[in-house]
């Protein structure tokens, strides 16, 4: 077995391309261009943020199963984009501001077109006249799919590293 070092040196096409994925994702968030950040998706993703615990440390404790602050599937993504557009999603009017920063990323083959992603990233956020910004560290595990119509988002699992989240609400995508 290769390590995940040693995956990304023999994947070195897979690993740019999904490189400038992970960028070309960022950027189309960043910009709130949400409709073509969801063609980027699979109809069949899984999107979550699992809670995570200050006491544990690693293991099955830190991450409680079945316990989750953000749990989504295409459908409800969808409704999510269409609820932002109303200018009615309280939590993003007026919009958050966001810089994205997508570093760290390691690749493992999973089978012949879908690959384990591990990233880290940086969301710089700011609303309206906030004299204060939000700085949310995570990092993010996600399966991606290259395909001759390039790379699509198969799932992905942000977790956050705080455990009490000082951002006043998830209202944007990871």
Same mark, same amino acid.
């Not at 073509?36 to 998706?41: P, V």
């Not at 007026?94 to 920063?101: E, K, M």
């Not at 956020?125 to 939000?134: I, L």
């Given at each position: 077995?290769?390590?995940?070092?040693?995956?990304?040196?023999?994947?070195? $096409?897979?690993? $740019?391309?999904?490189?400038?994925?992970?960028?070309?994702?960022?950027?189309?968030? +960043?910009?709130?261009?949400?409709?073509?950040?969801?063609?980027?998706?699979?109809?069949?993703?899984?999107?979550?943020?699992?809670?995570?615990?200050?006491?544990?440390?690693?293991?099955?404790?830190?991450?409680?199963?079945? $316990?989750?602050?953000?749990? +989504?599937?295409?459908?409800?993504?969808?409704?999510?984009?269409?609820?932002?557009?109303?200018?009615?999603?309280?939590?993003?009017?007026?919009?958050?501001?966001?810089?994205?920063?997508?570093?760290?990323?390691?690749?493992?083959?999973?089978?012949?077109?879908?690959?384990?992603?591990?990233?880290?990233?940086?969301?710089? &956020?700011?609303?309206?006249?906030?004299?204060?910004? +939000?700085?949310?560290?995570?990092?993010?595990? +996600?399966?991606?799919?290259?395909?001759?119509?390039?790379?699509?988002?198969? &799932?992905?699992?942000?977790?956050?590293?705080?455990?009490?989240?000082?951002?006043?609400?998830?209202?944007?995508?990871?």
């Amino acid at each position: 077995m290769l390590s995940t070092y040693e995956a990304a040196l023999t994947n070195q $096409a897979a690993y $740019a391309e999904i490189s400038q994925f992970l960028g070309h994702e960022a950027r189309l968030l +960043d910009e709130n261009r949400l409709d073509e950040w969801l063609e980027l998706l699979d109809p069949a993703i899984v999107y979550e943020i699992p809670i995570r615990l200050a006491g544990a440390r690693g293991g099955a404790n830190e991450f409680p199963q079945g $316990a989750y602050r953000v749990r +989504d599937t295409f459908e409800m993504i969808s409704k999510r984009i269409e609820r932002l557009a109303t200018g009615e999603a309280w939590a993003e009017t007026p919009p958050s501001r966001t810089v994205r920063l997508v570093g760290s990323i390691v690749i493992q083959p999973v089978d012949a077109t879908v690959y384990a992603v591990d990233s880290a990233l940086m969301v710089y &956020r700011q609303r309206a006249q906030d004299e204060v910004a +939000d700085l949310i560290p995570a990092r993010r595990l +996600d399966r991606v799919r290259i395909d001759a119509g390039g790379c699509k988002l198969v &799932r992905r699992t942000i977790i956050l590293a705080e455990t009490v989240i000082k951002t006043p609400n998830l209202g944007i995508f990871f």
